[in-house]
């Protein structure tokens, strides 16, 4: 049986980063994720002070609850959402004035939601440029706590760096959300907590964080769901077969949520306690299926949708235009470069069946539409990238691993 071995959760790395530093104690994190964005992580932290030692299959973290180790520090974010947003809100448990920056494509993220919460729970947070995105300056002097209203209808790292906060202020924190998309990421970053000794309570909307600080462990990252759908995709749509071990019915990742919608097109899909397996059938049909809750998935999805038997429609994925790009756009605009019928509204895609033809794909530097439309070359000639190397982000070995895959002949 083909097994991938598929690198460790971006999302559960940033978190265990974040959790490690604010520990008390020294944490290690086995088979963390090493990409662009988990290293730019790492080193954020160590621009605040704190110490990580890192080896191929292990970091070590010393954890300082009482925030950075310097009273002054910049730090560049580069590319990273995670890395963008979490690290501000880690600095403010501490004492010093810390500058934040990232790169052009993080600058135009926004972020602002975020720090009018912080700002509303005390922080002097000031914008350099445009209000709500990078650059920006924290002036830290500890948080004390209290309650706060959230909207976390583009983003639920904005609910996440919150809930992560909570524990390192003075009195707790009661998060009140009025949108929330992405919910199963929010889950993560409540089981993960636990795991490092916080128990989150939940009031209708209100999200309630205890005091008290977090304890260090040792700290295993499962691999990357994300990253599994495009091998699991291949597999539908070559009628191959793809085993994922390390993901399995006991996975904290919503994102493995995707091999229910291959399952509902036709493929064939085993999940088992510690592995996943996709077969396909040869087999594709039409779908409509409501992505909110894994739309990072959804250019995978938009990426085989041409060779389906029928139409596919992808809704409520509003919160993709303000990812690293407007991905629900640039699917679109590389489908019709395929040749393939699709029409778009505020938070939705449908995409006709059609046979795509080669061409340039505009990757708009983000690694999710490269990894994505690799599938759709696995049945269309001649598809290349302007941009093949931002795969780094996430996978930097992402096409030898992809190149590698074992396929039925002439898929």
Known sequence: MPTVDIPGSKSLTARALFLAAAADGVTTLVRPLRSDDTEGFAEGLARLGYRVGRTPDTWQVDGRPQGPAVKEADVYCRDGATTARFLPTLAAAGHGTYRFDASPQMRRRPLLPLTRALRDLGVDLRHEEAEGHHPLTVTANGVHGGEVVLDAGQSSQYLTALL???????????????????????????????AFGVEVGREGDTYVVPPGGYRATTYPIEPDASTASYFFAAAALTGGEVTVPGLGAGALQGDLGFVEVLRRMGARVEVGDDRTTVTGTGELRGVTVNMRDISDTMPTLAAIAPFASGPVRIEDVANTRVKECDR??????????????????????????????????RTHGDHRIVMSFAVTGLRTPGITFDDPGCVRKTFPAFHEAFEALPLPSGA
Do not use: Q
């Open 164 to 194: 992560l906060l909570g524990p390192l202020t003075r009195t707790g924190l009661r998060v009140t959300v009025t949108d929330l998309v992405s919910v199963p990421y929010v889950e993560i970053t409540i089981a993960m907590m636990r």
């Open 328 to 361: 629900l756009e640039a699917c679109a605009e590389n489908l019709r470069r395929l040749g393939v019928d699709v029409t778009t509204g505020a938070d939705w895609i449908e995409i006709h069946p059609g046979t795509p033809r080669g061409t340039e794909i």
